[in-house]
């Protein structure tokens, strides 16, 4: 094995979050449970410019490792990459609820990955077209697009119920 392969190797396992991407149940849904879990974490502490400067740098670096995936490998949407579902999964806690409340928050990250996982996996609407675009893109656009809409419908849920969520404090 040459050192480039090694090298790619190495970045391989990242995009897995080895050992999460070869579990035998739902490898997805436990990335975006390591999501929730890294995630909470830094949204708890991190003011919300720096967690979405985090997250920018994030998805970069994990398109880069998918692509690493994708030369070693060569497949199309490998289920063992989890990268994606991490970063889907920062994407959408930015409409969790800030609050003192630890039980809101917790119901709050809870309600975050739920509806991010109900999106990654149905599909729906136009996140299934993104699933098709090339490479390393298409590994990590639906997630994204998936992140997106559950944001989009957390916020709306919690804005309806007059509860601050953290996108919200950009504005403040």
Not at 20 to 49: C, E, F, Q, R, W
Not at 59 to 77: R, V, W
Not at 100 to 110: C, D, E, G, H
């Amino acid at each position: 094995m040459s050192i480039i392969q090694k090298f790619l190797l190495y970045l391989s396992r990242i995009a897995e979050a080895y050992p999460i991407g070869h579990s035998k149940y739902a490898p997805g849904t436990m990335g975006s449970l390591i999501g929730v879990l890294v995630g909470s974490i830094l949204i708890l502490n991190l003011d919300i410019k720096s967690y979405l400067i985090f997250l920018i740098i994030f998805i970069i670096m994990s398109y880069f490792l998918c692509e690493a995936h994708l030369k070693l490998y060569n497949i199309k949407d490998p289920k063992e990459v989890v990268i994606d579902e991490i970063s889907g999964q920062f994407i959408a806690m930015l409409g969790c609820v800030q609050s003192k409340n630890s039980t809101y928050v917790f119901l709050s990250l809870l309600l975050s990955f739920v509806l991010f996982r109900f999106f990654d996996i149905t599909k729906v609407g136009p996140i299934k077209r993104f699933e098709n675009l090339p490479n390393g893109i298409g590994i990590m656009a639906d997630d994204i697009v998936a992140g997106l809409f559950a944001l989009v419908t957390q916020a709306a849920i919690l804005t309806s119920l007059n509860q601050n969520i953290y996108i919200k404090t950009l504005w403040n």
